[in-house]
Nanobody, 116 residues
């Protein structure tokens, strides 16, 4: 079992940048993949960035070239970050950190609002 705590998010103007972070504790050795989902108002939750352990990152077409996902381990914690550049109003959503072991886990969600 793992526990996820997100940080970051907020309000930014179009064209700006934000960085989201997620600290993962617990059985981090069981992690197979990490990444980020987002859910805009009235829409379904979608996977936008993911790293499978030992492999390269994958991105949704809507964020490729603007967002970068990265992973690091330190002090018995695993971290997954999402660097978001060139933000657009359509990026406004609640962003959820995601970890896959035998089960899927999500963070509490953090609001990102991009004003035009």
């Amino acid at each position: 079992q793992v526990q996820l705590v997100e940080s970051g998010g907020g309000l930014v103007q179009a064209g700006g940048s934000l960085r989201l972070s997620c600290a993962v504790s617990g059985n981090i050795g069981s992690i197979n993949a990490m990444g980020w989902y987002r859910q805009a108002a009235g829409k379904e939750r979608e996977l936008i960035a993911a790293i499978v352990t030992g492999r390269s990152a994958h991105y949704a077409e809507s964020v490729a070239g603007r967002f970068t996902v990265s992973r690091a381990n330190a002090n018995n914690l695993s971290y997954v970050h999402l660097q978001m550049n060139a933000l657009k109003p359509e990026d406004t959503a609640v962003y959820y950190c995601w970890v896959a072991t035998m089960f899927d886990y999500w963070g509490q969600g953090t609001q990102v609002t991009v004003s035009s």
